[in-house]
């Protein structure tokens, strides 16, 4: 579960059910399920600190918001670090944080290699939609297919400007279930793919930016 999920559900006898579920947009009951589920996730996850990468293969996303017929495969890269960025549109606090990673991509792009992997949607229509997503016109449904997770990542590209290769999960999520990527995590693989820097599920503070960018300073 992560520390800002921990930290709100700590604070929320604090708060009437009403208020709550406002500044939420879900009842504290559908919250505690929410978290049960992260922490099942979680516990699932296989990408571990020490430990080589799970390979994966993906599509990547096309210039026109399509699926590519080309595959990426993790072992098949050249063997240079990389950096991973599980995301999606639909969560607040990873948009919020898109900028910042771009940052830090631009400074350590001559020698770390960096992916964004799209992963489910943290707060589709058919789910725990939030208010700030109400507010900014972020109306998704939950994509069913790789052609509509295609179509979401191809806006958020747009609106982010990115350049970076975007790859796309599987619909069955297979990828996030290795990595407990969703709603959003970073990871820092050396050139030997083993796992030297895995963030906290997210979503996370700021600060984890930070400690993302150390490790990708001192990776090789």
Not at 47 to 69: C, K, N, R, Y
Not at 188 to 204: C, H, M, N, T
């Amino acid at each position: 579960m992560s520390k800002m999920a921990f930290a709100l559900k700590s604070r929320m006898h604090e708060m009437s059910d009403r208020d709550f579920e406002d500044q939420l947009g879900l009842s504290k009951t559908e919250f505690l399920e929410h978290l049960d589920e992260m922490a099942a996730i979680e516990a699932g996850c296989i990408a571990e600190l020490g430990a080589s990468a799970p390979d994966f293969e993906a599509h990547l996303l096309d210039d026109d918001g399509g699926v590519s017929t080309e595959m990426l495969t993790l072992s098949g890269m050249p063997t240079l670090p990389i950096g991973l960025i599980f995301g999606c549109y639909t969560c607040p606090i990873f948009r919020r944080q898109t900028d910042g990673m771009k940052d830090i991509i631009q400074r350590y792009a001559e020698r770390v290699r960096f992916l964004f992997v799209y992963v489910i949607e943290a707060h589709p229509t058919d789910g725990w939609n939030t208010p700030s997503n109400k507010a900014e016109n972020i109306m998704v449904h939950q994509p069913q297919s790789l052609s509509e997770r295609a179509a979401i990542a191809h806006e958020w590209r747009n609106a982010y400007r990115l350049e970076k290769p975007i790859l796309l999960d599987w619909p069955d999520n297979r990828i996030n279930t290795a990595y407990s990527g969703s709603p959003e995590r970073l990871y820092v693989l050396d050139s030997e793919r083993i796992v030297q820097f895995k963030s906290d599920q997210g979503p996370y503070d700021d600060g984890h930016l930070d400690d993302w960018a150390k490790a990708l300073a001192n990776v090789s």
